[in-house]
């Protein structure tokens, strides 16, 4: 497996611009494309050398590239793939940053011609900001990076899309396309609408008195909601079965909110809290490895 | 008005050594006692030098005191004031630390004599640690105290009580007890309900994938449970409202989550977004008043 020299990132906002600066950061040579729809986005690109070179077509920018990245939102993938498709290079590695993998992994399979290889991705990284101003060369590092092979993707194309996101200093994980979305709506899709629900309910009265408890609660909310339509959307099924979860916890919770079960519900708390802690934990012990 | 020159601190844990520290390091005089039920506590305090004295019943705390704050969970006022009624001297100002005000301010008018003057107050500062080992001088500092007068309230109690939070760096709100729970229940308590029920909802297998978000987004589950059990059972009747309000939400996004509804959801999701970027950017706007 030879290292990518010529990479083509389809997308250049956030997570592209991101892709750009940490791979060039990570290895010696090589070339990095970019395409996006707004030549302001692709000058700015430039200007911060996320991007060696600017195409205002993903026809174009997919040339020669030995492997390609989708980083536009989910919801585009379908227009991106079959505009590519007559245009990428046999052989050609084609890989997705989306939040969702049954969609893409499947359009792939159907729009993308045989000699094409793909490989779902889903690197764990971002922010509540967009565009390539905030785009940053760390952004990805130490984040974890879920793979989604299925019985058909190549198996060589998976270890070149695997050591792609090592290379930028990211760790590995595999899941099916169909557990990786269910187990997304659970820890991902519904804390953002949950956040945004919350949001949505305040009495504006009520606001001013919120803490720094809110704010944090509440940040995920903050996302753009063009972005997260089509997340969402995409993953809708996954998503109503963690929403009615939700709801049977909240009951739960209710059924426990008097002071004859004062003792069930302070466990129900405490329970919580140790396990968001042990999480925590966790999640720290990842960051000093 | 003069300044209290002996403050009683019944309870010493984050928010009672925070308060002594944020006391002494604001005036030049005065001494500060302590009542804790564990002498390791006391101990603590001292050595931290949170308190000058410390005594190991609220009886003896609270004499000579010209001004009381009840600093333990809300669940122990009524005990706390029925033991501290018959030892106050006459004109002491008591106030409180609790998250909720309607039961403290209902019971003091109850137990404590007419000589005594109670004024509800609500610092808004803590911390999902607990114990007097977090304790610091500038947990208050440019946070919010909500102060809940009644008709029954003396005046000079309440000018002292507002004095004493703006000596240690508050701002200061006034509300009705009654509109300070049930705007509480909206902006903390069911967010910290709906935060726990998202840590308890989660599959074992999905935790390891959450990411930033997630630890953000649950925080404030994090705190103590025997705390929050007494502060959502006392405020039990807003709280069951507001999570009533939240599942009316949570029910209009899941109407709104077809591709048919595909711009209103992403209004929905924008418009949460917003007012939470207006909230963040308001309170920026305070913290550097």
Known sequence: MTTPRRLAILGVGLLGGSL???????????????????????????????????????????????????????GIFED????????????????????????????SGQILPPSARFVGSHPMAGSERRGVEFARP???????????????????ALQTVEQFWRTIGMRITRLSPEAHD?????????????????????KDEGLPLSGKGFIDATRIAGGDGGLWRDILLDN???????????????????????????????QWLDAAAQRREKLLQQKLRELSD
């Open 236 to 266: 809708r099924d996954n998503l109503r079965s963690a929403l009615q979860r939700l709801r049977e916890n909240l009951d739960q919770f209710d059924r426990l909110l008097e002071p004859a079960h004062a003792e069930e519900l302070r």
């Open 138 to 156: 760390d952004l990805f590092h130490n984040a974890l990076c879920i793979t989604t092979p299925t019985e058909s993707t190549d198996p060589q």
């Open 182 to 202: 269910q187990l997304l709506a659970d820890v991902s899709h519904l804390p953002h609408v949950v956040a945004a629900a919350v949001v949505a309910m305040q």
């Open 80 to 107: 991106l793939l079959r505009r590519i498709a007559p245009a990428l290079p046999a052989g050609a590695v084609v890989t997705d940053v989306g939040s969702t993998k049954r969609s893409v992994v499947r359009l």
């Open 20 to 74: 750009g600066l940490a791979w060039k950061s990570s290895v010696s040579s090589g070339t990095v494309v970019g395409y996006g729809h707004r030549r302001s986005t692709l000058d700015q690109a430039l200007r911060i050398e996320a991007i060696d070179e600017a195409y205002e077509t993903p026809e174009q920018a997919v040339q020669q590239a030995d492997i390609i990245v989708l980083c536009t939102p989910v």
